[in-house]
Nanobody, 119 residues
């Protein structure tokens, strides 16, 4: 059993950057993938990025490749999402999630953090 707590959301101007953090309580199994999923108003939840706990392999949605970077600090039990060149289309609630599939079927979810991109 693990718990996930996101932080770092807020309001940012288009073209700006923001870094989200996900603090993990409990020890993820080495086979786990830690990911970020977002949900914009009126939309389905959408995979953003993930990283495998064991070997740090990363996975990205096409919409964020080259702009977002997922990383982790095993010693701090924390996963990060660095978001650059943000646009209004990135506005959403961002959730940290954990599972074994890098793209979906998450076992655990955080409570979410709001990211708003607006001038």
């Amino acid at each position: 059993q693990i718990q996930l707590v996101e932080s770092g959301g807020g309001l940012v101007q288009p073209g700006g950057s923001l870094k989200l953090s996900c603090a993990i309580s409990g020890r993820p199994y080495s086979s786990y993938v830690l990911g970020w999923v977002r949900q914009a108003p009126g939309m389905e939840r959408e995979f953003v990025a993930s990283t495998r706990w064991r070997d740090s392999r990363t996975y990205y949605a096409d919409s964020v490749k080259g702009r977002f970077t997922v990383s982790k600090d095993n010693a701090k039990n924390t996963v990060y999402l660095q978001m650059n060149r943000l646009t209004a289309e990135d506005t959403a609630v961002y959730y940290c999630a954990a599972g074994i599939n890098p793209y979906s079927d998450w076992f655990y979810w955080g409570q979410g953090t709001q990211v708003t991109v607006s001038s």
